[in-house]
């Protein structure tokens, strides 16, 4: 069992930066590949960012190449998205969540997830 909680959303202006964080608690957090997905009002959820359990390897949606960065710490049982240059359309609810898979995208990939935190970029 992994539990999730995300941290560090807010508000933010077009252009600007903002990272969310996800504490995991529980058993063999260093076993799972962590991913973001998102949610925006009356859209379904979204595949944002993954990372392996060990950090090596990484993928992204195309919109957030070269502006959105995952990574993770296995010591600390954190996993952190960095977001720069945000989009109005990067406007939404954030989750992370924990796959056995190595590199998920899918999201019934993902066994576990958290609660959310709200990104919301002004245009």
């Known amino acids: 069992q992994v539990q999730l909680?995300?941290?560090?959303?807010?508000?933010?202006q077009a252009g600007g930066s903002l990272s969310v964080s996800c504490a995991a608690s529980g058993r063999?957090?260093?076993?799972?590949?962590?991913g973001w997905f998102r949610q925006a009002p009356g859209k379904e959820r979204e595949f944002v960012a993954t990372i392996s359990w060990s950090g090596d390897s990484t993928y992204y949606r195309n919109s957030v190449k070269g502006r959105f960065t995952i990574s993770r710490d296995n010591a600390?049982?954190?996993?952190?998205?960095?977001?720069?240059?945000?989009?109005?359309?990067?406007t939404a609810v954030y989750y992370c969540a924990a796959s056995r898979d190595?590199?998920?995208?899918?999201?019934?990939?993902?066994?576990?997830w958290g609660q959310g935190t709200q990104v919301t970029v002004s245009s």
């Not at 909680?5 to 807010?10: F, I, K, L, T």
């Not at 063999?28 to 962590?34: D, E, V």
């Not at 190595?102 to 576990?112: A, D, M």
């Open 76 to 90: 600390k049982n954190t996993v952190l998205l960095q977001m720069n240059s945000l989009k109005p359309e990067d």
């Open 28 to 34: 063999r957090f260093s076993s799972y590949a962590m």
């Open 102 to 112: 190595p590199i998920p995208t899918l999201i019934r990939k993902y066994e576990y």
């Open 5 to 12: 909680v995300e941290s560090g959303g807010g508000l933010v």
